[in-house]
């Protein structure tokens, strides 16, 4: 793996995400959907230009960087009010999942 072919890598997928950040918050959206956004981009028009090996290593990085995120903006208050409709939606999901799945194994 190049070292240089990581680092341009890197700064222009922190480049989009800093920009799809900066379009949540304009839009009034959560940032995570911005990181979200910019994960597509990154990964449709920047896609062919990475080599598999840096592809792996933003990935592991960008999930890294998803889950602190989602811990740092984790409330246990928010999730008292949602509380049934979580608890009915991973449900839902685990039964679904299942359902798919279960043929393909």
């Known amino acids: 793996m190049d070292a240089l072919s990581l680092v341009s890598s890197l700064i222009a997928v922190f480049l989009v995400a800093f920009l799809g950040a900066l379009a949540a918050k304009k839009l009034n959206q959560p940032i995570l959907t911005g990181y979200l956004i910019a994960g597509l981009i990154a990964t449709t028009i920047f896609g062919r230009f990475f080599q598999f090996s840096n592809a792996k290593v933003l990935a592991d990085i960008g999930l ?17 009010r949602v509380k049934k409709i979580a608890v009915i939606g991973g449900i839902a999901q685990m039964v679904v999942t299942t359902l798919v799945l279960w043929p393909l194994t």
């Open 64 to 80: 890294a960087f998803l889950m602190f995120v989602v811990g740092v903006e984790f409330s246990f208050r928010r999730l008292a």
